[in-house]
């Protein structure tokens, strides 16, 4: 079961240019399209009349071509011209999906279109800010659930398993991480403290004046289903980041990740990564989003082979840890939005 | 649901050589072979004994061997030598599908042998007449069923959309083309005149000589289920080619096209062109077959497309237009063949 | 329906080192290690927590550790250590499957624990007498059923159809082979013997001293579900071989078969040659090895296609015929076990 009444991320706006995009999301063919006027938006991905997929097809004046025969469609779904036919019957449409672009993201609504309000959508002005977090992102496909991602975000003990080389650092320091967890109102926040440790290397590498201990925070807030806020940074141990809120002069970064269900078992996964250390230097962004990308793959495999084992075995077998407490209370928010969606079933 | 009680092309003839050849049909696995003498049969493709393909062996003087133990089968399907064993047991054979060599082609019927009569095999005598119309043909295997490729052959106003740097041509001008569609015993028959119309890519260079402005036909024929026989051409415009019969001196040829079900949902398409201005010029013959590969794997990869995006959506979510008239036709065609069968079912 | 209360080759005893090694047996994802004192184990190839394959993750000091969040499992799959929790609750654990490591094979019992008699696993010495019995060995994975791969080495007849040009030698030859079966309590024995025949390509690059004609024979044990011990060789035509017992002085070979059902379809094939006439001499081995590896090969390509065939018209339509009488009874051998089995159902 997927959630639909739900804001996701279709794609990076940037990604959507002169031709129409095509995604699977929540199991649905969808296409994104920007008309003449640089609108995005998003339609179920077949033409009414013989089912060629609109991703095959072209942006023209009036809308999006069908690269088969040639109807045209407006952004909101309705067919606008068939060629050698001057009366469009009413049937003629496809299904529109409310989409809306917000710091540099497009997001879409996959359930009741009725439902869809863009006041809930994830606020991330940090995209924006380019003089304060200058960032770069991407997308991978992945062979896993977005909940297994999510699940993946949500209990960082994996990082001395999975991140050893990259951002991983001490598995005693990751378990014996100060943290603290809150729900919210649309998910939950975390923050996790780790105190007098060694800088992992890709905290080395940003800020090569980190002393040999420094304090590790790592912020992260769950806001349902599939958005991760991460803010984290270090500075050097002892200099009041934990105790007086001084986390200025160290290492510190912003993590942007998405989550969208193609299907019941595979993702796409947005993430962007902003350098708030060297804001500057164009070097230390790139090389930043480098070494995110090096354990995010990590990520993207473990996640992978999980998926496989767990569509084999089920969930009904395995067994909760102590670690589990960010995870259990995720997974919690997204069944009571299931169960509520499934008392007042979508209607399209 | 496929037709059985159908002749299908099953391979070009020049296909079959001294090696047996395997085909999906009807989504069958079939084997084609041809005897010491040159006969060709075509048989289920599977040895009774212990299963193994016998498109996997080879011919040998008394029929076809299996690769694996050494059973050898005539071309009726009886097993006819069983290696270490005098008495061939009644059971020891396969089923024989009906399988007539005309026209370059090989034709095969897949329903009940009795009803099989070879006097309602296509005609197509331009195959063996090189003198007028020389030809070069050959097969693709088709991502979509063989009924969206009929589909895309009654409908030609794609060609404005699939085709731009083909056989195209003005989008406005396919859409106002004359179209004139007859009924026929075994199909549908229909003529599309486009006038004073300038002549696409594929023309010009197979007939430089054509003026700026065309008068362009298109014939064509749908034999069911699996035939489309096709005549067309251009000459220069109002010089009679449409209101006095004068087709000489322009552009024409003939394309034979094929199709012959896999699966459900995949196909064989077996097509020749043949050029009906330079006769005596193989590299006429040639650059036209080339033109056409361009245009019809242009076809291949929308109905690929299609086909993926309508085994999800289905047909009843689709709307027919003003241009789907022929096609409609043909598919009523194939649903009385269809009705017929079931009410008298295939016993095999 | 695969016997699961029987002793399986999980792998070769070399192809496990230091990293965990993943294998899907009977349908079930099975992980093996080998401990910090070298000691080989099998367990169910998932972690209990979040379900990440074991195989996936690194041996430690203390057993097997997840690479996704760090717990550790001993070789009889009860967990040893979660990180960041003292207490490991008694559900923490994954089945642990019987396996011994003897004659360079690790075997593993897929069936009830308490069933599994070491003392019933198939004795191959000859993988230890290197001075006898030099050896080469390797694994192969085909996509057809372990059945399958045991039908093959029970119908020699096909060497004649599959193997012409390494193993096979004349067709007839083979047909008339003086076959001789019988039942044991495990399986059966056969023995055929080819008299006064021509060596075939392998024997004669193996023994190049033999003459034109030569005594042949096939010494076949078939020990159920999974084993098939064969002794081959050959002695110049009439020198006592068949009817005194004189064997030495002409080419013998030993080869181990070893069938592992991966799923219902698709199998392990674990083999080994051992060279019995140039012992000495290592490149002897390898050639004979490369020999074998070059028919075997061929095996698995008529298996797989047989495999494909098969799954789609099924076993009622096909026949036996006179060549397989050991087949045959090898087929009713593993229908019993299947029948015991069934009767007291495996409990895990």
């Not at 606008?80 to 989409?99: C, D, E, F």
Request: charged share 20%; aromatic share 10%.
């Amino acid at each position: 079961m997927l959630v639909k009444n739900a804001w996701y991320v279709a794609a990076w706006a940037d990604e959507l240019g002169a031709a129409p995009l095509g995604r699977r999301i929540c199991d649905e063919a969808v296409v994104l399209f920007r008309d003449a006027a640089g609108r995005a938006s998003a339609l179920a991905d077949y033409c009414c009349h013989r089912s060629a997929p609109l991703s095959a097809g072209k942006v023209v004046e009036t809308g999006l071509e069908c690269g088969y025969h040639g109807m045209v469609y407006g952004g909101d779904g309705a067919c606008v011209s068939i060629p050698g036919q001057v009366h469009i019957p009413p049937k003629a449409r496809v299904r529109n999906y409310p989409l809306v672009e917000k710091d540099a993201l497009l997001w879409i609504w996959m359930g009741h279109a009725s439902q869809a309000d863009p006041a809930q959508i994830v606020d991330y002005p940090f995209h924006n800010d380019t003089a304060n977090w200058p960032h770069k992102h991407t997308m991978y496909e992945i062979a896993g659930s977005a909940n297994l991602m999510v699940d993946n975000l949500m209990d960082l003990t994996h990082l001395a398993y999975v991140h050893t080389t990259t951002i991983g650092g001490n598995a005693k320091a990751h378990v014996e991480a100060i943290m603290q967890t809150t729900p919210t109102e649309t998910g939950l926040k975390f923050t996790r403290w780790m105190l007098e440790t060694a800088p992992p290397p890709t905290y080395r590498k940003g800020a090569p004046q980190l002393a040999d201990k420094i304090d590790r925070w790592q912020e992260f807030e769950f806001i349902a289903p599939g958005a991760v806020l991460q803010y984290t940074g270090a500075t050097d141990a002892g200099t009041g980041a934990y105790d007086r809120g001084i986390r200025d002069g160290g290492f510190q970064l912003r993590i942007f990740h998405g989550l969208t269900p193609a299907t019941e078992t595979t993702c796409y996964y947005f993430w962007s990564g902003a350098n708030g250390y060297r804001q500057n230097e164009p070097q230390a962004t790139l090389d930043l989003y480098n070494e995110l990308e090096v354990a995010f793959k990590e990520d993207v495999r473990i996640v992978g082979l999980q998926q496989a084992r767990l569509s084999e075995v089920g969930e009904d077998v395995l067994i909760n840890i102590v670690a589990d407490g960010a995870r259990v209370h995720m997974r919690r928010v997204i069944e009571k939005l299931l169960a509520k969606e499934n008392a007042a079933p979508v209607l399209v």
